[in-house]
């Protein structure tokens, strides 16, 4: 099997020949993306276990504490993944001023 090198771009079923530092990137966003979405389905799939089981014992039931709880956590997973995928991350944007500040010494 070929491997993509600097000079051969990598092709994609679904598009023309892709470079590969674009591939990369492209694939950093889609590991961001499920990230998220497996990190919301199992919220989803185990605060809907805790109430099916509350609902089934006929107690109370105690879901808000870990819905608020963790859904504080997904949300600002959420924020970040959004900050990450609108454009350069913060390491980026400070490594370009920390070069552009030393290259005019």
Do not use: C
Not at 26 to 46: I, M, P, S, W
Not at 58 to 84: D, K, N
């Amino acid at each position: 099997m070929n491997t993509p090198t600097a000079r051969d771009p990598i092709h994609t079923p679904a598009s023309a020949p892709v470079a590969p530092d674009l591939h990369a990137l492209a694939a950093r966003r889609v590991d961001l993306k499920l990230g998220f979405l497996t990190h919301l389905g199992v919220f989803l799939a185990v605060n809907t276990g805790l109430a099916l089981l509350g609902y089934l014992r006929g107690g109370e039931l105690h879901l808000p504490f870990p819905v608020w709880g963790w859904g504080i956590g997904l949300v600002a997973h959420a924020v970040g993944t959004a900050i990450s995928l609108s454009g350069p991350s913060l390491r980026e944007r400070l490594m370009g001023a920390e070069l552009a500040a030393l290259q005019k010494r």
